[in-house]
């Protein structure tokens, strides 16, 4: 495995992969410390999650450097990113005991409940645009449930992913508790058939969801999929235009615009189209790219070069379809993977910018006549992961809320990823969910117990 500046296209450095036979072995001592850890109790697991958030936010800096070197993050998002991971440590630390507290039950029995106990070892298959959070929002609640997991980070963050488990090694978890594999795609679906492994999550494309769903199907073992969005953000014709054209350049942006949950469809009523296209054309014209270990960086790069190149080519095409360019279109001549912060107008249905997921710094919006076409074209898509929505009348938005399509709706905020709200999507989005205590329960076994 090679590490990759995309920032300047040169060589970090190289990892050691993980042979099958190696990550069996690994699997097996993860089973070994598992078994102990189990017993665990919850003063035990919180008090070392705890450790955990503290060697987060000591290492915040080695840790962010890290991340911007392998990936490109802007380099004051890199350790926001670290400071919300040491927030889902410290959440779980200190709800997992009454999130997973028996449930009484009144039946004809004397006594029943519901128990939720650990379940084994989580594989978890994670992405390299969050490379940390994705993994802690899924690690925290896991470890505190009393499971044990092994990783298979993406192949462009393999020190992040070696880091990761470091933490947990240095804030005393026991030893093979959270283990890194380095192996390739190829090697997941062994990894998946290994009787040791009890479940799967994936955060990443909807091609990688399809393959691990069936992979884990075949041999009944619960997943949780966290895939693709195309995220609705739908401006009506009473809405903060300031406020809101504001808040839709850090939606579409955060990440470099590589995010599964930032803003990609703008849709807008013909009432305030042309307000909100001049308002979000020149905030996005002002935006600095460049290095992103810089103070003064705005944008950074892309991830990796067939990234910017299909993004660009879902520009062309639309354009060529008739789209309207507003701004940007094409790629930052010089080292490094940049795109230019785009915005495109009058994207119809049958366009790529309005029907697919675009991952990087470009905007489409949508011309709507009125709400009722907005929902319809926020619910036209494959995709359900977030939304957002703007408007005056909080009633109505709550209304229109309850329309939208997906696993979150903010109505006047851009869609974040909160500890204390679930997480996850519908229809090609995935299934399952991540975060608050239904997070949590996802990888336990949720048992009845019926006492007469």
């Not at 675009?358 to 011309?367: D, E, H, L, R, W």
């Amino acid at each position: 495995m090679r590490s990759i500046n995309p920032s300047s296209g040169e060589f970090i450095k190289e990892y050691l992969t993980h042979s099958n036979d190696e990550a069996t072995a690994i699997i097996s001592q993860t089973q070994d410390a598992w078994s102990n850890w189990k017993q665990s109790g919850f003063q035990e697991r919180s008090a070392l999650m705890l450790r955990a958030a503290a060697i987060l936010r000591e290492d915040k800096e080695a840790l962010a450097l890290l991340m911007s070197l392998e990936m490109g993050k802007v380099i004051h998002e890199a350790r926001a990113e670290i400071e919300k991971c040491a927030w889902v440590c410290e959440f779980y630390a200190e709800k997992a005991e009454s999130f997973l507290a028996d449930e009484m039950v009144e039946t004809n029995a004397s006594r029943s409940f519901v128990s939720f106990a650990p379940i084994g070892i989580v594989l978890a298959v994670m992405p390299w645009n969050f490379p940390f959070w994705q993994v802690f929002r899924f690690a925290a609640p896991a470890l505190m449930a009393g499971n044990a997991a092994v990783l298979k980070h993406a192949s462009n963050v393999p020190g992040c992913a070696l880091a990761i488990e470091e933490i947990f090694f240095k804030a005393g978890f026991p030893a093979n508790l959270f283990r890194t594999l380095m192996i390739s795609a190829s090697q997941v679906e062994s990894v998946i058939m290994n009787p040791h492994i009890r479940a799967v999550t994936l955060t990443g494309s909807e091609a990688a969801g399809m393959q691990v769903a069936s992979i884990a199907g075949r041999a009944l073992k619960k997943t949780v999929l966290e895939l693709g969005g195309s995220d609705p953000y739908i401006v009506l014709d009473d809405a903060n235009i300031e406020k809101c054209v504001e808040t839709a350049v850090n939606a579409r942006m955060i990440n470099n615009g590589q995010s599964c949950i930032a803003a990609k469809r703008f849709i807008v009523v013909e009432s305030r189209l042309e307000e909100f296209e001049a308002g979000k054309t020149k905030i996005m014209s002002t935006l600095t790219p460049g290095d992103p270990l810089l103070p003064g960086t705005q944008v950074g790069p892309l991830a990796r070069e067939d990234l910017r190149d299909e993004l660009h080519d879902q520009v062309k095409a639309s354009l060529f379809a008739g789209a309207r360019l507003l701004l940007g279109g094409k790629s930052i001549s010089g080292p490094g993977y940049f795109y230019e912060p785009t915005v495109v107008s009058d994207v119809r249905s049958g366009m790529s910018l309005y029907h697919e997921e675009t991952f990087g710094p470009v905007s489409a919006i949508i011309p709507v006549k009125d709400a009722d076409e907005a929902i319809e074209v926020a619910n036209d898509s494959d995709f359900g992961l977030g939304g957002s929505l703007w408007t005056d009348d909080l009633v109505l938005g709550e209304q229109l809320a309850r329309q939208i399509e997906s696993g979150a709706v903010f109505v006047n905020g851009m869609t974040v990823s909160d500890p204390r709200l679930p997480f996850g999507g519908i229809k090609r989005s995935g299934y399952g969910r991540e975060l608050s205590h239904f997070g949590i329960r996802e990888f336990t076994n949720i048992k009845s117990i019926w006492i007469a």
